[in-house]
């Protein structure tokens, strides 16, 4: 898979990953560019780690269903790090 590929991948899974999650998550289309990249990274390591398979081609369900996941977990560590304290 290319670069502008795995770009377009990572923007697409991050967006997915945003609208699956409840709640509202800040940042706009670059944090959702670098998360969804970084969770693409993830999810290849842990479906390599795991399943003993990566990040293949493009248009591969697999690709996406892990590229998805490992946008999720970014998120949500992104969210729990970047979450303000609630005062009362």
């Excluded at 770009?7 to 706009?28: D, E, N, Y």
């Excluded at 670059?30 to 969804?36: A, D, H, R, S």
């Excluded at 003993?52 to 560590?77: D, M, R």
């Amino acid at each position: 898979m290319g670069f502008l590929a795995f770009l377009i991948l990572g923007l697409i899974a991050g967006a997915i990953a945003k609208a699956i999650l409840p709640g509202k998550q800040g940042g706009g289309w670059l944090i959702t560019l670098v998360l969804g990249v970084v969770g693409a990274l993830l999810g290849g390591w842990i479906g390599g780690m795991i399943f003993g398979t990566g990040l293949q081609e493009f248009f591969s369900l697999q690709t996406w269903l892990l590229a998805i996941g490992g946008a999720l977990i970014v998120l949500l560590v992104y969210g729990m790090i970047t979450k303000r304290g609630v005062r009362s």
